[in-house]
């Protein structure tokens, strides 16, 4: 296996700061309301009643808070997805609008329901998340395909899988880059994606459960798949992917985590806006475990993503 000697060439970065190469972003899957529990412990496993300490709610969701990290880096990002016509919709809706997202295509379906979050987070930042998916049309025809053809690269939770696997087929006949967040889902949803997926990066939980193992040997075994990158993201073991026949490793940069909430989520975001901007995986990968790396120094799920410049100042303070 080869590590990461260093942070490799980022100067297409500085061009997206300059505007000198602008850089589009199609995010397309989960949005979720998270209402979140701040506690000194996590639930022992038991019926039991813990005392929180600080309670909120904010816009939650894999593709969503991906879209925000895009916005936060300083590029043009769209969320594409669902929600029902109620007040969890349009309060997800309102902070897209003010995090700069376009929401054009985030349709509240009048007979449909939001996806909610209940996020419990203890005093190390671990957490613990139960999820209600919502309820919407699967369908994906009224999607604007069209509009692909201005963007840099898409990504896609498998959490709609229609409209994933039409972003990604749209995506592929255009040449654009195809992103995967290989979050849990059923064996038949990353069979269906695999195949239009150029870089897949899986968290551990997920390969595990899809490859039957989260170690190295399963990135290999995925190649089968066709994908030019297969990665996983290990927390604070980094991150590694198998890439030209070999695999590689990107080690976590090291800072004091608050909360881990949201973490992947905005590593999947820099990863794609990083591929969109030109630079080679190695460098993506290192922008992208750095940009996750200060989201863990704050609680919430988008609390603290920093913005391209903080984070480039970040990366070259590090050895």
Known sequence: MSASANIG???????????????????????????????????AGRSEKIKGTGYG????????????????????VAFWGRAGNDA????????????GVDVENFRLFSDGRSSVSGIIVDGSGERQIVNFRGLYPEAADWL?????????????????????????????????ATVLDGDMADAEVF???LPLTDHAIFSEPALASFAGSAD????????????????????????????????????????????TTGAGDVFHGAYALAIGAGLDVPAAMAFSAATAAMKCRHAGGRNGIPDINECLAFMRTKP
């Open 9 to 43: 060439d980022l100067s297409a970065l500085d061009d997206v700061v300059s505007g000198a190469a602008p850089v589009h972003v199609i995010c397309l899957g989960l949005a979720a309301l998270d209402q979140v529990w701040r506690v000194e412990r996590l639930f």
């Open 57 to 76: 709610t904010l816009g939650g969701g894999m593709a969503a808070n991906a879209s925000v990290a895009v916005a936060r880096l300083g590029a043009s």
């Open 88 to 99: 969890a919709g349009h309060e997800m809706r309102s902070a897209f609008v003010s995090e």
């Open 144 to 176: 604007p395909l069209e509009s692909v053809a201005r963007a840099s690269s898409v990504l896609a939770d498998p959490r709609w899988v229609e409209g994933a696997a039409t972003l990604f087929r749209e995506a592929r006949a255009r040449g654009i």
């Open 191 to 193: 069979e269906r994606l």
């Open 216 to 259: 190295d040997k399963s990135l290999a075994a995925l190649a089968r798949f066709g994908c030019r990158v297969i990665a996983v993201t290990r927390g604070e073991g980094g991150v590694s992917w198998y890439e030209n026949d070999r695999l590689h490793r990107q080690a976590a940069y090291a800072v004091d985590v608050l909360d």
